[in-house]
């Protein structure tokens, strides 16, 4: 038992200095939780789609659940996910939880919305490249609607990418047609989950947040400090957006056979 604590112990402190120097370079880079076992460009980190088995699926789908409990005089349909700073991982959870919810029998249409038209990342996580997306729709551009909608053949799965980056992101997401856009698309699918930019970057989040039915923020763990989150919570509030809860990513944790592994 000793050796075997000590081989843990080894592992672990080796891994943490890989981390480090990946830190230090500049973007972390996690050690995936889902082992590639299909030939596909998406990300590995998108867990539900390579391990339905997988804890953190099962993580995703706790949320899911969660989600689905909450009482509410609305229906909760349209949901966005942000975070305090960039680098917490919404976009990641954004796909995840979009596409744990596809997989619910229960659910037919989910969509997908990356409303991150700054530096967007959902088409880039999933493998696949858009001419069209949301802002081309905003501003109104010809036959905008005709080719936005990605099917990359996720069943229930249905994605709008960001599009073109536009000048006045911050004034589309204002815009009446975004309002108008939202309604409706809940007519349409059964949740709508927007990856949203983070909160205390830009305004962008804060005008986006009050038009949908609740807000999810990220928090990475060792990483967020308390001052940053209370302040976001604040922009959240002045925005009247509503808070639904908190998702914690980067979180270690041990299972069954020794094995460490990142949410």
Partial sequence: MGKITDALKKAATERLLRLEKLDTQGEVSYQFVAKKTLESNIDPRIVPFYDIQS?????????????????????????????????????????????????????????????DMRRAKISKYLGFKAEKGLSDILVDEANALDGAFVSIGIENLTILPAGKIPHNPAELLASAKMKNFIAMLK????????????VIAVTDAGLLCPLTDGTVMVIQANRTQKGVIKHAESLLKQAHAKLLGYILTNVQYHIPAYIYRYL
């Fill in 187 to 198: 007519t349409k699918y059964d949740y709508i989950i927007f990856d949203s930019p983070p």
């Fill in 55 to 115: 804890p953190v699926t099962e993580q995703y789908r706790t949320l899911r659940t969660n989600l689905q409990a909450l009482k509410s005089e609305k229906p909760i349909k349209a949901i966005t996910i942000t975070s305090a700073t960039h680098g917490e991982g919404k976009s990641i959870t954004a796909i995840n939880l979009a596409l744990s919810l596809a997989q619910d029998l229960n659910k037919k249409s989910i969509l997908l919305v990356d409303a």
